[in-house]
């Protein structure tokens, strides 16, 4: 049986035992947990990911995930050897009825998507908001995109919790320390501004959690490889 690489790199294949033992070394190496395996429960009957999960987008989780230099600002690496296999950015078998390059994010699993051609995706895992201030669901699009985009809490973020967003009601400039972390997608309903945002985050430990302000958080790295991916005008799906 052959498991085949797909992503923005050439299309690779490796034997069946070799991925396994690579898999296990990869485990072992490896807006704001999923448990078990690294497969996201069925979206509904025209979408569902396939049992097999195939291989890390990148090849080498600790490289994928390094600290890196980026428009003046360093971004600290993500520690691969405490990371889940099922968080790393992979792609995975993907049927679904939407068009390739749509994202579309599963909240309850909390995985997107990037769809690619021929029944495939690139899987991110990412943080949500909890259901009550949660995306509603339903689809949106890319208005814009963003390099560390300044952050600005919401009125209601302020009124919710004065002691913690208060002091930043001026906003916050782009930065490691800034809540948006690296990127961010504007996320736009009928040419009107949802508030809600698709960035990175300051704190990796709140991915695969639903711990996050509403908006749909991933790792800085993540965030970097998916805003390269992803045209203004992109469709959302969020579930």
């Given at each position: 049986?052959?498991?085949?690489?797909?992503?923005?790199?050439?299309?690779?294949?490796?034997?069946?035992?070799?991925?396994?033992?690579?898999?296990?070394?990869?485990?072992?190496?490896?807006?704001?947990?999923?448990?078990?395996?690294?497969?996201?429960?069925?979206?509904?009957?025209?979408?569902?990911?396939?049992?097999?999960?195939?291989?890390?987008?990148?090849?080498?989780?600790?490289?994928?995930?390094?600290?890196?230099?980026?428009?003046?600002?360093?971004?600290?690496?993500?520690?691969?050897?405490?990371?889940?296999?099922?968080?790393?950015?992979?792609?995975?078998?993907?049927?679904?009825?939407?068009?390739?390059?749509?994202?579309?994010?599963?909240?309850?699993?909390?995985?997107?998507y990037f769809v690619?051609?021929?029944?495939?995706?690139?899987?991110?895992?990412?943080?949500?908001?909890?259901?009550?201030?949660?995306?509603?669901?339903?689809?949106?699009?890319?208005?814009?995109?963003?390099?560390?985009?300044?952050?600005?809490?919401?009125?209601?973020?302020?009124?919710?919790?004065?002691?913690?967003?208060?002091?930043?009601?001026?906003?916050?400039?782009?930065?490691?320390?800034?809540?948006?972390?690296?990127?961010?997608?504007?996320?736009?309903?009928?040419?009107?501004?949802?508030?809600?945002?698709?960035?990175?985050?300051?704190?990796?430990?709140?991915?695969?959690?639903?711990?996050?302000?509403?908006?749909?958080?991933?790792?800085?790295?993540?965030?970097?490889?998916?805003?390269?991916?992803?045209?203004?005008?992109?469709?959302?799906?969020?579930r």
């Amino acid at each position: 049986m052959n498991i085949v690489i797909g992503g923005s790199l050439p299309i690779l294949k490796f034997k069946h035992a070799t991925s396994l033992a690579l898999a296990s070394s990869v485990a072992l190496a490896v807006c704001w947990q999923a448990p078990g395996a690294a497969v996201a429960a069925p979206l509904e009957n025209t979408q569902s990911e396939a049992a097999s999960a195939i291989w890390p987008v990148g090849g080498n989780p600790t490289e994928m995930y390094a600290a890196r230099k980026d428009g003046g600002h360093t971004i600290s690496a993500v520690d691969a050897t405490r990371m889940k296999l099922e968080h790393v950015r992979q792609v995975v078998h993907y049927r679904t009825d939407e068009a390739p390059g749509t994202i579309v994010v599963d909240q309850t699993a909390r995985y997107l998507y990037f769809v690619l051609p021929d029944d495939k995706a690139i899987r991110y895992a990412v943080g949500v908001g909890p259901v009550a201030r949660a995306f509603p669901g339903g689809e949106a699009e890319v208005a814009w995109k963003a390099k560390w985009p300044r952050w600005t809490p919401t009125q209601n973020m302020i009124k919710r919790n004065p002691k913690q967003y208060a002091r930043n009601a001026g906003g916050v400039a782009g930065g490691p320390h800034n809540p948006m972390g690296a990127r961010a997608l504007y996320m736009h309903q009928n040419g009107v501004d949802t508030y809600y945002r698709i960035h990175g985050t300051n704190d990796p430990s709140s991915i695969g959690k639903s711990v996050s302000a509403g908006c749909i958080r991933l790792l800085n790295q993540d965030i970097i490889d998916l805003h390269a991916r992803v045209k203004p005008g992109a469709k959302i799906v969020v579930r």
